[in-house]
């Protein structure tokens, strides 16, 4: 699957930064895995939030030298994909296409670098095939039959917890009703463990079906697509693994636990980035609620406006929406901007470049970088001169033109 058209990134020199999260630092070689959207009612807030969160990760991990991969899936075949579809009267392919290109525009409009791979999960059924057979003959799966519409013979394959050590760790207290209300089904008749994920549905009548070898007709499950993605294109499991806080369980803890099962040990971090509310409410597709991207372009924001508002916000916090994050987002801008035109003297202190990436080497604190720039432009406007290399730091690890006074785009 093709991702949408990146932003050219300005090279900035050796700033001689080691970033961290946790205390961590990297290796050279880092593989950043970011789960994407399941096509419908994209592209709201929270995507928004957590794709240029990590979009910022992957800039600055770039500038200290690192290699790194990045890997985004897309969930394009999936229950609340094909019930979305149904309740619309349309057909999922359209709807499931209809929302990976509104994701594009606004990827683009957001200036977010597009992945390196950009991998869809109907692509990915013979990688999906091979990596549950994997599990199957390693006795980490086992098979349920179902009843005769979906086939002679048919059976649906799940993850056998209970064979992977270290799944047990680290449960939430309330894994089971988690696991219920998040695309899990613990009460299924014939299963060895409540929390013992689906790999593989047979096929039934009226859903889409591929082609599954030994397993027969079906589709994935939902936690082994990121597991089998992860695998084929970073070698194993991920250095970074990331997206919304609702995430981390169970999607994140099945997908650690199928690399574990496949031969992967080593789980790397995972950031899961806070969820985004409206009105006192987390946002949500089933309140909707939803605050979209393309609504506020078309409405006149300011993409790089946009992309500022979101970036004011720590990525491990929850946080609330207004439209005047937004107006204070524009007046900020407008600052930076002004601030850039300035000359920059003879000499000089440290370049803000260098600020800016130190702010965010710690944890990847992106308020305190924003900080930084709000510091350099107030000495700029009050008469202290500009800083030559200002716009292309801004630009290179915020993904923020300062070059450009007008990036409105009105779609009409």
């Not at 932003?7 to 946790?22: C, K, N, S, T």
């Not at 606004?106 to 109907?122: F, N, W």
């Not at 080497?361 to 305190?368: I, M, T």
Request: hydrophobic share 45%.
């Amino acid at each position: 699957m093709d991702g949408w058209k990146s932003v050219r990134v300005p090279r900035l020199p050796d700033l001689g930064i080691e970033p961290r999260l946790g205390g961590t630092q990297f290796p050279q070689a880092v593989g950043v895995y970011v789960c994407g959207i399941t096509p419908y009612d994209a592209t709201h807030l929270g995507h928004a939030h957590t794709y240029v969160t990590f979009d910022v990760l992957v800039r600055l991990l770039r500038a200290s030298g690192r290699r790194v991969t990045h890997v985004q899936n897309v969930t394009d075949v999936d229950d609340p994909l094909l019930e979305r579809a149904i309740a619309l009267g349309v057909d999922w392919r359209y709807l499931a296409r209809e929302g990976i290109d509104r994701l594009a525009t606004d990827m683009e409009a957001l200036r977010v670098l597009s992945p390196d791979h950009y991998v869809g999960v109907v692509e990915s059924v013979p990688l999906i095939v091979d990596g549950v057979t994997r599990l199957l003959r390693r006795e980490a799966a086992y098979r349920i039959g179902v009843p005769d519409q979906a086939g002679e013979g048919a059976a649906d394959v799940y993850a056998d917890t209970r064979a992977e050590t270290a799944f047990a760790e680290a449960l939430p207290d309330d894994a089971v009703e988690l696991f219920g209300e998040r695309g899990g089904d613990p009460a299924r008749p014939g299963k060895r463990a409540p929390l013992d994920p689906l790999l593989w549905r047979a096929g039934r009548s009226g859903e889409p079906t591929w082609d599954g070898g030994p397993l027969g007709p079906g589709r994935p499950g939902w936690h082994i697509e990121c597991a089998v993605i992860a695998e084929a294109f970073l070698g194993g499991a991920p250095t970074i693994t990331g997206g919304g806080s609702d995430l981390a369980f169970p999607h994140h803890h099945m997908t650690a636990s199928h690399l574990r099962a496949l031969g992967h040990p080593h789980g790397g971090l995972a950031l899961h980035v806070g969820l985004v509310g409206l009105d006192g409410e987390k946002m949500s597709k089933s309140r909707g609620n939803l605050v979209f991207v393309s609504r506020l372009l078309e409405d006149g924001a300011d993409p790089a406006a946009l992309r500022l508002a979101l970036a004011a916000h720590h990525w491990s916090r929850e946080w609330q929406w207004d439209r005047g994050q937004l107006r204070a987002a524009e007046h900020r801008l407008a600052r930076w901007r002004a601030a850039a035109l300035v000359p920059a003297p003879a000499g000089g202190g440290a370049p803000l470049a260098v600020r800016v990436a130190r702010a965010l080497a710690g944890d990847l604190d992106v308020p305190a970088a924003l900080a930084e720039v709000d510091a350099w432009a107030g000495a700029v406007l009050a008469g202290a001169g500009g800083d030559d290399g200002a716009a292309d730091a801004v630009d290179a690890l915020l993904g923020i033109d300062l070059r450009a006074q007008e990036l409105s785009r009105r779609r009409r």
